[in-house]
């Protein structure tokens, strides 16, 4: 499957952004994350999504602040983000593991199978 993160741009701390994760085909059998990357660090797990049921996990950093859902009928995952920091300007990516895995939802970068191009976030003070 290939992915695509889009929706990404610079906005001012406070604001919001949506994220979008586009698949080139049905993400019924798989699981999604989202993860970002700053410049000099390591790719770092932002959520994931169990594509079934829409239980999602997200990473202390934002929890209470991002949101991840999907739209099945469109294969599309989101990722809703408000009330942003400087500290959340990243490259943003969207990441697929197959539904045969064993736990449905990871914070590993290495247990993912597909990744799809990034979409850069600033935040400005």
């Known amino acids: 499957v290939q992915l695509q993160a889009f929706g990404g741009g610079s906005v001012q701390a406070g604001g919001s952004l949506r994220l979008s994760c586009a698949a080139s085909?049905?993400?019924?059998?798989?699981?999604m994350g989202w993860f970002r990357q700053a410049p000099g660090k390591e790719r770092e797990f932002v959520g994931a999504?169990?594509?079934?049921?829409?239980?999602?996990d997200t990473s202390d950093s934002v929890r209470g602040r991002f949101t991840i859902t999907r739209d099945p009928a469109k294969d599309t995952m989101f990722l809703q983000m408000s009330n942003l920091k400087p500290e959340d300007t990243a490259e943003y990516y969207c990441?697929?593991?197959?539904?045969?895995?064993?736990?449905?939802?990871?914070?590993?970068?290495?247990?993912?199978?597909?990744w799809g191009r990034g979409t850069q976030v600033t935040v400005s003070s």
């Open positions: 990441a697929a593991r197959a539904r045969s895995r064993p736990t449905p939802i990871s914070r590993l970068s290495s247990d993912y199978d597909y």
């Open positions: 085909a049905t993400l019924s059998q798989y699981h």
């Open positions: 999504i169990v594509w079934r049921t829409g239980k999602a």
